[in-house]
């Protein structure tokens, strides 16, 4: 089963992900900037592999550049809530 395929299983690798950028001093301002980044060559690039992501997407497609960066804040702290747990 491929990483994207598994929502705990994405959700865990991001989580790393932004756990290392912090550890090597990145800003959250980047980390936000990254994430929105990431998520626009998703949307552009992957089909959803699963239904939270499917609803990522459309949720996506119909943001705008404000509401993208809340979304990914948002899902900056959903990956760092669940490294806590």
Known sequence: MGLLENW??????????????????????????????????????????????RVLADLWGVASHDEKHAMANCIIKLVNSKRVQ
């Open 8 to 53: 705990d299983r994405w959700t865990s690798f991001l989580g790393n992900q932004v756990d290392n950028a912090e550890n090597t001093g990145m800003s959250k301002k980047v980390i936000e900037e990254t994430a929105v980044q990431i998520g626009d060559y998703l949307a552009k690039n992957v089909d959803p592999k699963n239904e939270q992501e």
